[in-house]
């Protein structure tokens, strides 16, 4: 039976609402798991799910400098924004790094400018303000807005804020130069598998910490890498066959789904400051997007 775009584009706006529980779903199986051994069960069962959906890659017939450019920032920003979120010190900073790394739409459209050597107009420069001061109102935390709010928030873990990130900033990279060196190949099955590769070399040269293996665990994995593999095949199919103008402007609005979802997974409460922070990023992303729509 032959896919339409409605059906395409409703698998879009699924895969938009899976994507939005990873933060929770994610933080919620390094607890059971370990940070580095929970990311690599993770990605591994995704790979399988993302074959059993896709078929094995045809690696013959990538581009080279796709193949590498590509399989380096994906499996970069994945590896990085995993585990930022395994190595939070708790589950309201591992919500606060989900929204670190909700600053990739504007970094991507920034660089989008640059590399069409574009002039920065004025209101793409505020959407990008606007969004980074959403960014600092969500991590300065219960406290008001202040410079030692933010750098003590961060000091408490450096190597989470760090890595959060730069795997913004990663992903922005790959979703240019993707569009620019794929040759309408779509590397997403061998960049999962070779993401679970290196999380595993991770875990081998590392102090893992013990599984806690239980039902409950268990079936939370599975949901995990399910809804990590299911997001990505149909968000393939989506872009392809979908409303793609539609699709784009919903993802948008995705600090926002995510935020809600985490708060409720986690069941971690969220202060109004911090919600002002999301809907500022998310403003600020889609004043972004307005500014370079021509």
Same mark, same amino acid.
């Given at each position: ?28 199986? +390094?607890?059971?798991? &370990? ?5 690599? @069960? ?24 796709? @193949?590498?450019?590509?399989? =380096? ?7 990085? %924004? ?15 790094? &989900? ?6 739409? +504007? %970094? ?25 001061? &959403?960014?600092?109102?969500?991590? +300065? ?8 709010? #933010?750098?003590?928030?961060?000091? *408490?873990?450096? $190597? *989470?804020?760090?890595?959060?990130? #730069? ?6 990279f790959y979703s240019n130069i ?13 960049? %999962? ?10 875990? #081998? ?7 806690? #293996? +239980? ?30 103008? =539609? @699709?784009?402007?919903?993802?948008? =609005? ?8 985490? *708060? ?5 409460? $969220?202060? $109004? ?11 600020? *992303? ?5 500014a370079t729509r021509r």
């Amino acid at each position: 039976m032959k896919l339409g775009r409605h059906a395409a584009t409703f698998y879009g706006v699924v895969s938009i609402l899976l994507w939005s529980t990873m933060v929770g779903l994610v933080r919620s199986t +390094s607890e059971n798991f &370990g940070p580095i051994g929970g990311a690599a @069960l993770i990605y591994s069962i995704g790979s399988l799910v993302l074959v059993a959906v896709m078929g094995l890659p045809k690696i013959h017939l990538f581009p080279k400098r796709y @193949l590498f450019w590509g399989a =380096f920032l994906f499996v970069s920003y994945e590896i990085c %924004f995993i585990l930022a979120l395994g190595l939070a010190n708790n589950r309201q900073q591992a919500i606060e790094l &989900g929204m670190v790394n909700y600053l990739w739409p +504007s %970094f991507t459209i920034a660089l989008a400018v640059l590399f069409n050597r574009q002039r920065f107009s004025v209101l793409l420069i505020i959407g990008l303000i606007l969004a980074f001061v &959403g960014l600092l109102w969500v991590i +300065s935390g219960d406290q008001p807005l202040s410079l030692n709010a #933010i750098l003590s928030n961060i000091q *408490s873990n450096p $190597l *989470s804020y760090a890595l959060a990130f #730069i795997g913004a900033l990663l992903w922005a990279f790959y979703s240019n130069i993707t569009k620019r060196m794929s040759n309408g190949c779509n590397g997403m099955v061998l960049f %999962f598998i070779m993401t679970s590769i290196g999380l595993w070399m991770l875990f #081998i040269f590392s102090t893992p910490a013990p599984f806690n #293996i +239980s039902v409950n665990s268990v079936s939370l994995l599975l949901v995990t890498a399910i809804a990590t593999g299911g997001a990505n095949a149909l968000w393939t199919v989506a872009i392809i066959k979908g409303n793609v103008a =539609f @699709l784009g402007t919903l993802s948008y =609005f995705t600090p926002v789904i995510s935020t809600a979802f985490s *708060s409720m997974l986690l069941s971690t409460a $969220l202060t $109004l400051g911090f919600w002002q922070g999301v809907l500022m990023v998310t403003i600020g *992303s889609i004043t972004c997007f307005i500014a370079t729509r021509r």
